[in-house]
């Protein structure tokens, strides 16, 4: 199993033949991704046109829209790997036109294994960033949006100069992926970076310059540690006992009987596409059958 792990997003490590097929694997099953979220929120504005809240219809445009800013991105990033003479061992950044065989080892691209989900603490602090094409102008501000399984968390300030110097402690529930996207004042997203805990928690403290696509470098330190399953017998800094865990009752959901199948409400954590419309349930939020049929998933309208 290959994945986009800490060391081939690295700068310093430079260009390698893994480290191209690795990034055009996990660039295409990004823009998948990004493509589906497009046409599901496209689908639902037009399915609801007037019949939903002004603030819900903004919010699903503003999804389209930065949907579609970001495969574009992705796109340029992912001709940029696919120029890449890998056979050639001069280390060079220069991409020249692929040859015919390298554009035949294409079809031949490492299966990216399924993420682990971790839960614990990151503490994260982003320095800054260099190299960074396409800013409007030099004197622009920029901010950075702190994604975690592509639902944002936190922002940085605004900076001109690239220079944030911010620290964040970010809690992780069943996280798998963190994804940070360099945004220019004007909402044009100028850069992203993306990184995978199960490969964070095996590298300890990290600081170094990573690569951002499709070009330029961010400045970060990681330090990751995971939750753990032991509870204090006292109370921090009070002496107090605290009390024995207790089982608590189960919150009983609420019921929606369709056609004879009850429908709960649940959250979806991985990708699913809508059994009704066949569309993907946008931020995972949607309905299961719980009885003993086949189950059936209808997504939040």
Not at 48 to 56: G, L
Not at 64 to 71: G, L, T
Request: with cysteine.
């Amino acid at each position: 199993m290959i994945s986009v792990t800490s060391d081939i997003s690295r700068s310093t490590a430079g260009l390698s033949a893994e480290k191209v097929q690795t990034m055009i694997a996990e660039l295409q099953k990004k823009i998948e991704i990004e493509t589906k979220m497009k046409a599901g929120a496209e689908n639902y504005l037009l399915a609801a046109q007037s019949n939903i809240p002004r603030e819900i219809y903004a919010d699903m445009e503003s999804k389209s829209k930065i949907a579609n800013a970001k495969i574009r991105l992705l796109n340029k990033a992912l001709n940029k790997y696919k120029g890449i003479d890998t056979t050639a061992e001069s280390g060079t950044n220069d991409f020249p036109p692929q040859s015919k065989s390298q554009s035949n080892s294409f079809n031949n691209l490492p299966v990216l294994g399924r993420a682990l989900r971790f839960t614990g603490r990151l503490n994260m602090k982003i320095f800054g960033a260099r190299d960074i094409r396409d800013r409007q102008n030099s004197k622009s501000d920029c901010y950075i949006m702190i994604n975690l399984d592509g639902v944002n968390r936190h922002r940085t300030k605004n900076r001109s100069k690239l220079d944030f110097g911010q620290k964040f402690q970010i809690k992780l529930e069943n996280n798998k992926e963190l994804e940070l996207e360099l945004y220019d004042s004007n909402g044009g997203i100028l850069g992203i970076c993306f990184f995978r805990f199960q490969d964070l928690c095996e590298k300890g403290a990290i600081e170094d310059w990573f690569d951002m696509e499709p070009f330029g470098q961010i400045l970060l330190s990681f330090d990751l540690h995971a939750s753990s399953e032991k509870q204090p017998a006292t109370a921090k800094g009070k002496g107090k006992v605290q009390k024995p865990l207790t089982r608590n009752v189960a919150i009983r959901k609420k019921k929606h009987l369709i056609n004879g199948h009850n429908f709960l409400s649940r959250q979806f954590y991985d990708i699913t596409k809508c059994s009704f419309c066949s569309e993907v349930i946008l931020n995972g939020a949607g309905y299961q059958c719980s009885c003993k049929c086949i189950p059936l998933r209808f997504g939040v309208s």
